[in-house]
């Protein structure tokens, strides 16, 4: 029998969930009914290993068979310690991986979306459905439709993921080249010849010719539901004559899944990080039917769950609290600053109070939202309109959708402000709000 065992990447979501499931509000109300210490259990949640023994115990506690969640191979791929270290409870290996686009399926160190993601299981099941969700970049949205498509495919639904931000700008301005790049891609994420030429008439038109394509081919073809999943589509939103052809023809189909059993078959999703301001009328667009899923910023338990993910008792919420003040649980800033504080690099007031300067953890990620506001004064102008908070502010349309996207700026009934401290603290600073200024006489002069 190993000496130490450790719970299996797939089983991680489970072995979280049984948590709960049997009663446990945090780790460390398991670590003392069992009788151990807090990082033996962190280690246990997490896939890190802990002794044999122990492993045995906390599956136990949680219901769990422990020969079905452990990777019995573990320690024939993983080098003895050295025999200096035999006696001490050290973990060596930091294995949490510094938070950078979508987290990848069973990773530890994802926050499950309840009852979102709940929601999400039970609608794809429905025929016909449409799915529409909404939030600003880095919140997440990406990593919650990666596991909508795992489960999915465990329906045995095929199923296609397209990403439009890989969409060329030419294809975007044409509505024929965007329609046949459309079929081509779903046919080639499933396995299929595009055969785009046989269903594609000049006379009828592209809208058409793309109906028949899903009727008399891809529809056909597929023996179960297809689950159609388009990431990032405010791209559309920002190419006004496509979006008014192609949001409508997705309605279209959403309307026939109603009557027909072949477009009951197709499961569309519709994943953006802005509110559409393209006009169109109420009974062509697909944003006022389906179910929508709007994604927030997390909760301070969230918070609290997710440090404890990361091996930090938080349990009393101070910690959790001045980080929430600073970030308003923003899911990417707070995994940034959990995976530094659970290595031991820097302290939390350390961390709070270098946040918005050019020397904390944060510089790169505030450093890429200024390069790409310098490029646009406008844009520029626009978010330091807002940042003061004092007095309410109205954003030409096209300036708060980006805005928006970017995460900068969220919308309060009719006002917009900042979505959290740190943003406003960082380009309120001296340096930046005296480029902006420049930024502004710059555009008055030239419209002098």
């Known amino acids: 029998m190993p000496r130490s065992l450790r719970v299996q990447q797939t089983q991680l979501a489970r072995v979280k969930l049984a948590l709960q499931r049997n009663g446990f509000p945090s780790q460390r109300a398991l670590a003392e009914e069992v009788g151990l210490a807090l990082a033996t259990v962190s280690n246990f949640l997490t ?200 949001l409508p023809l997705l309605r279209s189909w959403y309307e026939e899944g109603k009557t027909s059993l072949l477009w009951q078959k197709l499961r569309l999703v519709i994943v953006h990080s802005t509110e559409i301001y393209v006009p169109l009328q109420l009974n062509q667009s697909p944003f006022n039917v389906g179910l929508p899923i709007q994604l927030s910023h997390f909760s301070q338990e969230e918070v609290k769950k997710l440090a404890q993910y990361y091996g930090l008792d938080w349990e009393k919420g101070e910690h959790c609290q001045k980080l929430m003040d600073m970030v308003d649980g923003h899911p990417l800033l707070v995994q940034i600053a959990l995976y530094h504080l659970s290595r031991g690099e820097i302290t939390l007031e350390h961390l709070l109070e270098t946040a918005a300067t050019n020397v904390g953890i944060y510089t790169h990620h505030l450093h890429r939202h200024w390069l790409n506001l310098k490029e646009s004064p406008e844009l520029l102008m626009a978010l330091h309109s807002v940042l003061p908070g004092i007095e309410q502010v109205s954003l030409e349309p096209m300036l708060a959708h980006k805005l928006t996207s970017l995460g900068l700026i969220k919308q309060l009934e009719s006002n917009f402000v900042a979505s959290c401290d740190l943003y406003r603290r960082f380009f309120l600073n001296h340096q930046n709000y005296s480029i902006y200024l420049m930024a502004q006489n710059l555009i008055k002069l030239s419209g002098s």
């Open 47 to 246: 896939g890190k290993p802990v002794d044999y023994t122990n492993f045995e115990e906390l599956s136990r506690q949680l219901g769990l068979e422990w020969k079905e969640i452990a990777n019995l191979d573990f320690e024939s791929q993983t080098p003895t310690k050295p025999q200096s270290l035999a006696n001490f409870d050290i973990e060596l290996d930091h294995s949490s991986p510094y938070p950078s686009g979508a987290v990848p399926l069973g990773s530890p160190f994802y926050l499950e979306r309840q009852p979102v993601e709940g929601q999400i299981k039970q609608e794809i099941s429905k025929p016909g459905t449409l799915l529409r969700i909404k939030a600003p970049r880095e919140m997440g949205k990406t990593s919650l439709l990666l596991r909508m498509l795992e489960f999915a495919k465990t329906q045995n639904y095929p199923t296609v993921h397209l990403n439009l931000d890989q969409v060329d700008q030419a294809i975007l301005n044409d509505l024929n080249r965007f329609l046949r790049w459309f079929c081509a891609n779903i046919a080639r994420q499933l396995h299929l010849k595009p055969c785009l030429d046989e269903y594609w008439d000049e006379d009828l038109g592209s809208k058409i010719s793309c109906t028949s394509y899903f009727e008399d081919y891809l529809l056909k073809t597929v023996q179960n539901p297809l689950v159609l999943a388009l990431d990032e589509a405010q791209q559309i939103f920002e190419h006004s004559a496509l979006a008014k052809d192609f």
